[in-house]
């Protein structure tokens, strides 16, 4: 696997520590309890959520582009020449791309290593 494409892969930022948590006291996690409550015992362990692209089901256009670091007149001309990943038009006319069709799509161009 190339170098960029593993790092796109993994570009993820890991979850926020317990700490991180408890640094928004006042604010109501899922559970319906504070950071800063005892916890009650069984419950699930507050965490902070972020949102990545990673976590996303649809990725924007926008999100896309970054991630492939690819100007939008690339990907419209491999999109007008069928080597772009599989779109979903919505109906204000914005794309969206599946996180799974963007995986499979670049998971099919990976090049074997020369032996």
């Known amino acids: ?11 993820a930022d890991p979850p926020l520590t ?6 928004h006291a006042g604010k109501q ?4 309890r504070t950071p800063n409550q005892p916890q009650p015992k069984g419950a699930p362990p507050i965490m902070a959520h972020r949102t990545t692209t990673t976590q ?8 896309v582009l970054a991630e492939l670091d ?9 999109k007008a ?9 919505l109906p204000n006319g914005s794309l969206r791309i599946r996180r799974r069709d ?3 799509w670049l ?6 290593q020369a032996a």
């Not at 996303?56 to 999100?63: F, I, K, N, Q």
């Open 81 to 89: 020449t069928g080597q772009a990943p599989r779109t979903i038009k």
């Open 29 to 32: 996690s899922r559970q319906g």
């Open 56 to 63: 996303r089901t649809y990725l924007t256009l926008a999100e």
């Open 1 to 11: 696997m190339h170098q960029w494409l593993a790092a796109i892969r993994h570009r």
């Open 18 to 23: 317990q700490e991180a948590a408890l640094a």
């Open 107 to 112: 998971s099919e161009r990976e090049e074997q």
């Open 102 to 104: 963007l995986d499979t």
């Open 70 to 78: 690819i100007p939008k007149s690339t990907f419209f001309r491999w």
